[in-house]
């Protein structure tokens, strides 16, 4: 990364950390709750970035991407976990401006098909130093990703490595480990990886074939909040690591810690300070020759993209008000459905500034005071009746045409979002630099 760019993102952390770090205490003095933090960088935030400018010209639903918020969220990684090379999980955000701030950061990419590929391709970056990790693909994939450079995949079952037969030598594998975990958010070890009981069979097999082993990898699970799971992992493999080196005669080279470091969204997670000390302490007397990989998804750009939706009608119903919203569940709220995520959701008057006043019109002063918050469920705009963002939170009262704003929607939004019943995906606007 250039020194301009860290030297701006780092002047970009501590405006944030001014306007919103300071005070932690509500006006009678009781800590802020979670969502009152939230707020207040939120807003500070929106004022910054002109959010209420890029509404008016673009339009609402949108999601507001800042290339700046990846980086900044590269260089804490970078910080607290400065011996492990980062691979961007591109399928998060498989977006451009993403890519591109990845790649000028200097740190490389995890892909899993050949669409991501084609991103990478389309956006200049050379895959010499990608990672394949999908543990199940065709030979046609395999092939393809190998002729446009990719050198490194993953591999978790026997009818897996027969697959690379023919493939020239200079191709190289990490065995994936299960490590189950179900305190994740998405735990991803029942669907891939090899128990590391099972692992020498495979290594064995990967030998045999001429196939050379680089290592291992895991993923404990996405939004993980404590670091004893990847403490766990990396412990149990670097003692299966060890033994197998002597048992098989062989020099592994890499250690790959996977995804699933968390984002705060409706409630607060442990600091990335505080995990990585547990990985660390982890990691502590790892051989050198060891690489230490990570491939972080969601911590990358789950911060980057901010939702602004706007409601599209109310009414009254049995159980009490509703509020629909020109996206749901089965488009830009995606996130709920498939993993269970509930970014907070902001009614514009709660933000003050440009984007608080009046319909979201600039200029207007916070209505978040002078209307009472009502209980009020969200929904989204198709015909679906699980397309329900969230019940009953109390809010300012909405009316037809008021935007919402829902931070942290970066990572599986945009990605998993379908147009079902018609609705046309959330476009997507990227911060000036
Ligand atoms: C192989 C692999 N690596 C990394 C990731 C990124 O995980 P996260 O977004 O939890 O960091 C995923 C997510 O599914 C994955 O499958």
Not at 77 to 87: K, N
Not at 184 to 213: H, N, T, W
Request: net charge neutral; aromatic share 6%; hydrophobic share 45%.
């Amino acid at each position: 990364m250039s020194t301009t760019m860290a030297d701006r993102s780092r002047r970009l952390a501590t405006r944030i950390g001014r306007a919103t770090g300071t005070t932690t205490r509500d006006a009678v003095g009781r800590p802020a709750s979670h969502r009152e933090l939230v707020r207040r960088e939120l807003a500070a935030y929106a004022d910054r970035i002109d959010l209420a400018g890029l509404v008016r010209e673009h339009g609402s639903p949108l999601f507001v991407l800042d290339p700046d918020r990846v980086t900044t969220q590269l260089l804490a990684l970078r910080r607290e976990l400065p011996m492990a090379r980062v691979h961007f999980a591109t399928k998060s955000l498989p977006h451009p401006a993403v890519i591109r701030a990845v790649d000028a950061f200097g740190a490389g990419f995890e892909v899993a098909s050949r669409g991501e590929i084609d991103l990478l391709e389309r956006a200049g970056i050379a895959t010499a130093h990608c990672l394949h990790t999908h543990p199940v693909k065709t030979v046609a994939d395999l092939t393809g990703a190998y002729l446009r450079g990719i050198r490194t995949f993953v591999v978790d079952n026997p009818a897996e490595v027969a697959k690379f037969r023919g493939l020239p030598p200079d191709v190289a594998v990490l065995v994936r480990l299960s490590y189950p975990n179900s305190a994740a958010k998405s735990d991803l070890s029942s669907k891939f990886g090899v128990r590391p009981e099972d692992a020498a069979p495979l290594v064995a097999q990967c030998l045999r074939e001429g196939l050379r082993v680089a290592g291992f990898t895991f993923h404990v699970g996405s939004q993980t909040a404590s670091a004893a799971p990847w403490a766990h992992a990396i412990r149990r493999t670097l003692a299966l690591m060890g033994r197998l080196e002597a048992a098989f005669d062989v020099r592994f080279d890499t250690l790959d810690l996977g995804g699933g470091f968390p984002v705060a969204y409706d409630e607060p997670v442990p600091s990335l300070a505080d995990l990585a000390r547990g990985i660390r302490s982890a990691l502590d007397g790892v051989p050198d020759r060891y690489r230490i990989l990570i491939e972080p998804g969601r911590f990358v750009s789950a911060p980057a993209m901010t939702l602004v939706t706007r409601v599209i009608g109310v009414a009254e119903r049995a159980d009490g008000r509703w509020a629909y919203l020109d996206q749901g569940v089965y488009g830009a709220y995606s996130n709920i459905p498939a993993e269970d995520v509930h970014a907070l959701v902001f009614a514009a008057s709660e933000l003050g500034g440009a984007i608080g006043g009046e319909r979201g019109e600039p200029g207007g002063a916070s209505r978040a005071d002078d209307r009472a918050r009502v209980p009020v469920t969200l929904a989204g705009p198709t015909c679906d009746s699980v397309d329900v963002i969230a019940r009953r939170l109390p809010l300012p009262a909405l009316a037809e045409g008021d935007l919402l704003v829902s931070p942290m929607m970066g990572a599986y939004t945009a990605a998993t979002a379908t147009s079902f019943n018609g609705i046309t995906p959330t476009p997507v606007v990227v911060v000036p630099a």
